[in-house]
Each structure stands twice: as structure tokens, then as C-alpha cells.
């Protein structure tokens, strides 16, 4: 009679088999999306949406989503941001392209993916380069691009949404100077929540497994992640809104930020559709999760 393996090594061989099987999938792939980006944009867009629903397969990643990306309409996506299994997932949700952060253009291998996807990428510093990157968006939104911002410009650990951050709303709005976003732009909001966890609620002990925030180190993050099992995952995407419905940029902010909240509570609580929801806007001190709290990370390592 042979002994069963422990939790830890079937945790470790699930790991193992997931990266097995991803890097199987993504690099006979990597050629086959260069090609269309030379050859059919309509096919580039689409080939990542395909890929990431098989990436999320593998990952053990169940999807439930309710609402949909407008079509045949260029969109800006505002999404909440919790991890770096965000991109998966919301790719795998819709054709989409992600707005990231320079620094994702300078990390080995994921930053090659992330041009594969036509991310565009925005160095948050420089106030020159912001404008360099909304022509950009601008230019990506007239060829009918579906775009993702996270605008809270920041990871968190997924039960709260931090304040918007509205440089590049501004620049797409049609009123802005030096060019905008074309009139029939619309703007929809993206909810994310990692519910369950192997089937179970995923509680605030729980949550540094899921959540990469603070200052978690992103291998072993992934790691433990990997190893811990299979996740469902809840979307709820808002309704298309003409960016023109709104005077400025601090008005599109203040909507899209009162949706996300909503969106949220509804599907971390289950609250019907139909349900009325209040929320809060954190104070200022609560606004970001507390760089100690990524130390709970550590014992799932």
C-alpha cells in the first residue's frame, strides 16, 4: 500500500504541470500572433482573446460574466486592479488591448507578450510621456481598439476600489486640446472579483494568495498561486457610455468610480442586480492597503 502524496507535493506538481502546459501553449504561439500583426490587425486582435480563455483553462480559472464589451464602436475599458491575473482573465473575456505601465515593457518575457497584444505603455512620471501615450490611445481608439485602463494606477487587494487617477481620461475626452477620442467613443466599466477558491469563499486571510499588491515579490506570488488550485472568477461590466455625456474629465472619473465601487460590493456580497447598493469612498489614510498586510503573503509561500 503506497502512502498518499502530501497537500504540499500536489501543490507543487500542479504548479509545475501549469507552467508546463502554458509554456507548451504560448511559445509555438508567439510566432503565430507576429505574423498577423503583419498580415490581418482584424486577426491580431482577436488571436489573444482566443489564447487567454485556453491560458485561463490551464490556470483552472472558471469565468462568470455578466454584461458585454460594446462592439464595432471604439471602447475605453476602466477596470479595478488586483493582480496580475487580471490580464488573462480580462483578455479572456473579450478582444482587448491593456494602457500598462513602462515598466511591464522592461520585464523578461512578459514584456514581449504584452507587445504581442499591442499593449500601449505609459510612463506615469514624465508628464510628457503621458502625453505621448494618450496620441497613442487616441490613434488606437479611432482604429476601433477595445482598450483596458486600470486607473487606479495601482494594484489593491481586490475589496476596495482606490481613486481614479485622471491624467489620461482627460486626454481622450472629446473636448480635450491637441486631439481627442473619436465623438462615438464610449466608456464601460469592468468589475473583477476572485471569489472562490477549490469552490470555497475566499475570506481577508485568504485574500495576499490572490491579490499582488504592496510589496509582494511577483515569483513567489505566482508560485503559491499556482499551487493553491482552481479559481472562479466574477465579472460584471457596465453599460456603454458616450465619453461626450460628460463635461470633463473629473466628472467621467467621479461616474466610473461610483459604478466600480457598486459593481464590487454587488459581487463580492451576491447582491441582485435589481438591489440598491451604497457605498462609501474610503478616507484618505484607508484609500490604499497598508504595506504590512502584503506580509501575510509570506505564509503562503
Known amino acids: ?12 506538481w500542479r504548479a509545475i504541470w501549469i507552467l508546463a502546459a502554458f509554456a507548451a501553449l504560448t511559445l509555438p504561439l508567439m510566432p503565430v500572433q507576429a505574423i498577423l500583426l503583419r498580415t490581418s490587425m482584424r486577426a491580431a486582435r482577436r488571436f489573444p482573446h482566443w ?28 477596470a479595478n486592479h488586483s493582480t496580475w491575473l487580471d490580464i488573462p482573465v480580462l483578455s479572456a473575456m473579450a478582444p482587448v488591448s491593456f494602457i500598462a505601465k513602462k515598466e511591464v515593457g522592461g520585464w523578461p518575457f512578459v514584456s514581449q507578450l504584452a507587445r504581442l497584444q499591442r499593449s500601449v505603455f505609459v510612463d506615469r512620471t514624465r ?12 490613434a488606437r481608439l479611432t482604429q476601433g481598439d477595445a482598450l ?5 494606477g495601482t494594484s489593491s487587494d481586490g475589496l476596495r476600489v482606490l481613486p481614479l487617477r485622471t491624467s489620461l481620461f482627460g486626454a481622450v475626452m472629446p ?30 486571510a485568504e485574500r495576499p494568495l490572490v491579490g ?5 515579490e511577483m515569483g513567489g506570488h505566482a508560485w503559491s498561486l499556482l499551487k493553491a488550485g482552481p479559481l472562479d472568477v466574477r465579472i460584471l461590466i457596465g453599460p456603454p457610455v458616450a465619453l461626450d455625456a460628460f463635461a470633463d474629465r473629473k466628472a467621467l472619473s467621479r461616474h466610473l468610480e461610483a459604478e466600480l465601487r457598486q459593481s464590487v460590493v454587488r459581487l463580492l456580497r451576491s447582491i441582485p442586480a435589481d438591489a440598491p447598493v451604497v457605498v462609501t469612498t474610503p478616507s484618505p ?15 503562503w509561500t
Request: charged fraction near 20%; charge should be positive.
Open 148 to 152: 483596458v485602463l486600470f486607473a487606479e
Open 1 to 12: 500500500m503506497t502512502d498518499a502524496p502530501a497537500p504540499h507535493d500536489t501543490g507543487k
Open 175 to 204: 473636448t480635450a486640446k491637441g486631439g481627442a477620442a473619436p465623438a462615438h467613443t464610449v466608456v464601460q466599466t469592468c468589475a473583477v472579483v476572485y471569489g472562490e477558491l477549490h469552490g470555497l469563499p475566499i475570506g481577508r
Open 285 to 299: 489614510e484607508l484609500a490604499r492597503p497598508r504595506a504590512v498586510v502584503a506580509k501575510q503573503s509570506a505564509k
Open 51 to 78: 489564447y487567454h480563455r485556453q491560458v485561463c483553462w490551464i490556470l483552472g480559472i472558471r469565468l462568470s460574466i455578466h454584461g458585454a464589451v460594446a462592439r464595432d464602436t471604439p471602447v475605453l475599458v476602466v
Open 212 to 216: 499582488w499588491y504592496g510589496d509582494m
Open 127 to 138: 508628464r510628457t510621456a503621458v502625453g505621448e501615450t494618450t496620441s497613442e490611445m487616441t
